[in-house]
């Protein structure tokens, strides 16, 4: 097997948001899984019957999933890196759900034929630590990120590559200022994005200014 490229894009930008973290917020930066094995990566390929994009594969290295900080992933969202168990769990839901589809396709026009989850689609980003209902799954074959949910709604917009998303989510920490779409701010030790918090607790909400 050929050896893998290396991906600076991901690792510099990884780097920037634990960063941040460890200067910032303690309690998301303790809450991050240490990196996977190259035999624990190889493992779930071998579930998911091919090999992850070099990205993602560098990403892993590096952080193998996120417990939150007291319950908020880090990411946009208070999104948190899935563990590569449950990537490896949802991804058989998913197929599931489409081989189960597929009994149904079988005897429509093409045309009208459904597709829930296609075999590229990685689940790698859930809605919260606690919530995997939905998240973020990288497409190997388009290099892509997507949305999913467990209620297999139809096609969402394509969003950025895993580099582009990751690069601008440490953007919107080291300059808050500038930041669209979502605003970061911390409760307690914990960083917690506006666009994820409950009403209840915006009190306690510290906007970060840089």
């Known amino acids: 097997m050929p050896p893998r490229s290396p991906s600076g ?17 303690p309690d998301s930066y303790a809450a991050l ?21 070099v990205e993602l594969y560098v990403l892993w290295l590096l952080t193998a999933g996120d417990d939150g900080g007291n319950g908020w992933g880090c990411l946009p969202g208070n999104r948190a890196l899935m ?8 991804y058989r839901v998913k197929m599931g759900a489409q081989i189960h589809e ?11 034929r459904i597709t829930v989850w296609k075999a590229t689609r990685i689940p790698v980003i859930a809605l919260g630590q606690a919530d995997s209902t939905s998240g973020l799954y990288l497409d190997a074959e388009t290099g892509s990120l ?3 949910s467990r209620y297999n709604e139809g096609p969402d917009e394509a969003l950025n ?41 915006k009190v306690q909400w510290q906007p970060w200014t840089g």
């Open 9 to 25: 894009g991901v690792a510099d930008a990884w780097r920037r948001i634990t960063g941040w973290l460890w200067d910032n917020a």
């Open 33 to 53: 899984h240490a990196g996977a094995s190259p035999a624990a990566i190889a493992a779930l390929e071998d579930d998911l019957g091919f090999r992850v994009p």
């Open 83 to 90: 563990p590569l168990d449950a990537v490896a769990a949802t």
């Open 102 to 112: 597929d009994t149904f396709n079988t005897n429509r026009p093409q045309e009208e």
């Open 146 to 148: 997507g949305r999913w």
């Open 161 to 201: 590559t895993l580099v582009t998303y990751l690069e601008e989510t440490a953007d919107m920490l080291e300059a808050p200022a500038l930041a669209l779409g979502d605003k970061p701010g911390l409760i307690g030790g914990a960083l917690v994005w506006l666009s994820g918090i409950d009403p209840a607790q």
